[in-house]
C-alpha cells in the first residue's frame, strides 16, 4: 500500500534556560494511503508537535517530512500555504466555527478559501448531508450541540477534497457515545471520500477504532501496531 505521507528521522528542538529541550527525537512514521491514523500519547508526550509537523503548520529542526511523494523539507512558506490551502484539512479540539455564519455557510466559506470556484453549494450540502446534517444546515452554531458542531467542523475539514485531515485531539470535548459517533463517521469518509485521516488522542477507548496506531512517549515513537 503506498503511503501518503512519512515522517523521517524528525526532531524538533525548543531553546529552554537549561539548553534545549526535544519535543520530538528521531521520529520515523510511515502513513498509508486511504488509512485511519492514530497517534496516541499522554498531554506533553509529542503528538500535537508531531501533527503540526506533518501538516506543514511547523518544520522540524532536522529531519524530512515527504507529503504525497513531495518532500516539504525544502519548500517555501507560499509552497507550505498552497498544499494546506488545496490538500490538507484540519480539525481542532476547539471547532472553530464561524459563529454568524450557518453551518452551510461555514462550509461554503472554506470552499472558497480552498478556492474552490465550482458547485460550491451542492458540494457544501453533501458534505453536511454526509455528517448527518441535512436537516440543521441552516442553523447557527449556537444552536446546535457539541457534536453537531463538531461534525460541521468535519465537513468543513472535507469539503475541498483533501488528501489528508489533520485532527487534534477532535473528541476530547464530547462525551463518550458522541466520540464514538465521531470515529464511526471518520471510517466511513476514509472509505466514501478516499482520504487519510491522521487524528491525535489519549482515549483508550477510541485507538482500536483506527487502522494504525503510533505511540508516542517523551516525543519518542514506541511502537506502531
Known amino acids: 500500500m503506498k503511503n501518503v505521507l512519512e515522517a523521517r528521522n524528525i526532531s524538533r528542538v525548543f531553546p529552554v534556560a537549561q539548553g534545549e529541550f526535544y519535543a520530538l527525537k528521531d521520529v520515523n512514521i510511515a502513513v498509508p494511503e486511504g488509512s485511519l491514523a492514530i497517534l496516541k500519547g499522554r498531554s506533553g508526550s ?47 479540539q476547539s471547532v472553530s466555527l464561524i459563529p454568524i455564519m450557518t453551518a452551510y455557510e461555514n462550509v461554503e466559506f472554506a470552499l472558497r478559501l480552498a478556492g474552490v470556484t465550482s458547485d460550491m453549494k451542492s458540494r457544501a450540502g453533501h458534505c453536511l448531508e454526509m455528517v448527518g446534517l441535512a436537516e440543521r444546515m441552516h442553523h447557527m452554531p449556537h444552536e446546535m450541540s457539541g457534536g453537531e458542531q463538531q461534525r460541521v467542523a468535519i465537513a468543513r475539514a472535507i469539503a475541498h477534497s483533501p488528501r489528508v485531515v489533520f485532527a487534534d485531539e477532535p473528541t476530547a470535548e464530547l462525551d463518550s457515545a458522541t ?4 470515529m464511526k463517521l471518520f471510517g466511513q469518509l476514509v472509505k466514501s471520500e478516499n482520504i487519510t485521516i491522521v ?21 519518542v515513537i514506541l511502537n506502531r501496531s
Open 46 to 92: 509529542g503528538k500535537t508537535t508531531l501533527l503540526n509537523i506533518l501538516g506543514a503548520l511547523d518544520a522540524p529542526t532536522t529531519g524530512s517530512v515527504i507529503f504525497d511523494g513531495a518532500d516539504m523539507t525544502g519548500m517555501s512558506e507560499h509552497a507550505k500555504e498552497e498544499l494546506r490551502r488545496q490538500k490538507v484539512g484540519f480539525i481542532f
Open 179 to 182: 466520540a464514538v459517533h465521531v
Open 199 to 219: 487524528m491525535t488522542t489519549h482515549d483508550r477507548g477510541l485507538m482500536d477504532m483506527g487502522d494504525v496506531l503510533f505511540e508516542l512517549e517523551d516525543g
